[in-house]
């Protein structure tokens, strides 16, 4: 079955800084790996997608990178703004259960001004 | 834009009542998702559908809840009888599942509270 798993839980960092957020997966055999921002109180908004076949996606001041065989993926916020401010959750679909997403429990962000 | 569209947004109910959420998915996708969420729980597959046909239903409580699809442009979630137990924030997703991309959109959710 499954697993992903978020480090850390929650991060408090002060605006500018460059940060990275980790998931890691059990099971090497998926389709693609999605990372999704959730501000409180709102839906899940799609941030990248990566393809099983690809290394990493870049939209903006994101970078998402893929390591398939270790099972981990990063997402790169570079420069980070208080408007980051959001939980991240990563979520992969497995080739062995369909469309569904396993999620993580996602990294709490807090940029402070 | 295309979007994932949800009603009601909010809606609070007293235990017993029926509870009926709607989904309007993106057009062109074909297979539409129902989560839940809730502090304790995170997020939870309901029950999902490809090309208006369900495909997994496991995570429903098979006594109140049913799911279903009218048409490619609807699907809805009821709740019949709603509990307190049953509080949460419900989600509607839709994706094109194309080879091997499997990608999902969410909709904004209806917060639903069981009096």
């Known amino acids: 079955k499954q697993e992903v798993t978020q480090i850390p839980a929650a991060l408090s960092v002060p605006e500018g800084e460059n940060l990275v957020l980790n998931c890691s997966f059990t099971?090497?055999?998926?389709?693609?790996l999605q990372w999704f921002r959730q501000d409180p109180g709102k839906g899940l908004t799609s941030l990248l997608l990566?393809?099983?076949?690809?290394r990493e996606q870049t939209s903006g001041r994101l970078n998402a990178s893929l390591d398939k065989s270790s099972g981990r993926s990063t997402l790169y916020i570079a420069a980070s703004q208080p408007g980051d401010s959001a939980t991240y959750l990563c979520?992969?679909?497995?080739?062995?259960?369909?469309?569904?997403?396993?999620f993580g429990e996602g990294t709490q962000l807090t940029v402070n001004p | 834009d295309a979007r994932v569209t949800q009603t009601p947004r909010d809606k609070v109910t007293e235990m017993g009542q029926e509870v009926t959420m709607r989904c309007q998915p993106i057009?062109?996708?074909?297979?539409v998702f129902w989560y839940r969420q809730t502090m304790m729980q995170g997020l939870e597959l309901l029950a999902y559908?490809?090309?208006?046909?369900?495909?997994?239903d496991s995570g429903m409580p098979k006594d109140r809840f049913s799911a279903e699809m009218p048409d490619a442009t609807l699907a809805t979630l009821k709740i019949q009888p709603s509990e307190p137990r049953d509080s949460a924030v419900y989600f509607c997703?839709?994706?094109?599942?194309?080879?091997?991309?499997?990608?999902?959109?969410f909709g904004p959710g209806t917060r639903l509270t069981v009096l």
């Open positions: 997703a839709s994706g094109l599942v194309l080879g091997p991309k499997h990608e999902q959109f």
């Open positions: 559908f490809r090309n208006r046909a369900p495909l997994d």
């Open positions: 099971d090497s055999a998926i389709y693609n």
């Open positions: 979520a992969v679909a497995g080739e062995t259960s369909g469309s569904r997403l396993t």
């Open positions: 057009l062109g996708h074909n297979t």
């Open positions: 990566i393809q099983s076949s690809q």
